[in-house]
């Protein structure tokens, strides 16, 4: 065999093996992972070249962005949120359902506390994802829905399961 097909053998079994071994993790994070509900604020519920979704913002980003902008009171830019990740700190009550409890600076988690990987870009704060899709003609079954329903993994990576009302 020429090594240049050895090369491009071992080359796709590596990307075999990454990709394979991206999907055990959110297998597992779907399996094991904690159940928190967050706050939706929809948007626009339609989009013709993708098909039927909704556009998804979380209220929990809107407290999010506030205390950021709260953190950078001091610096050249206060309204302005720069690009960063981050973690914030999140209390389940009783129905999962998440409630803000601080930006994350490494303190210890109390019971009952998770810790949930958000990104600003544009000056958006952002999670898991910005849409959820579903089958055409399926919008009145989540025209309701208040809350999006995401597992997360030890990590504090979220995955969107489901929309529930």
Known sequence: MKPTKIVAVLGL???LLAVNWSIYKQEQVLAQGKTVLLKLA????????????????????????????????DSETPYKLEPQEGYVVVKRNQQNQAE??????????????????FRVRHGTVKFATNAFFFQEGKA?????????????????????VDLSD
Not at 100 to 117: K, M, S, W
Not at 140 to 160: H, I, M, Q, R, S
Request: net charge negative.
């Open 13 to 15: 079994l590596l990307i």
């Open 42 to 73: 929809p948007v626009d519920p339609r989009s013709l070249m993708q098909g039927d979704y909704m556009a998804l913002r979380f209220e929990i980003a809107n407290q999010i962005r506030s205390e950021l902008l709260h953190q950078n009171a």
């Open 100 to 117: 803000f409890v601080r930006i994350d600076h490494g303190e210890a988690l109390a019971e009952n506390e998770l810790r949930l990987f």
């Open 140 to 160: 009145t079954e989540y025209e309701n829905a208040e809350f999006g329903e995401f597992k997360v993994g030890d990590d504090g990576n979220l995955l969107l």
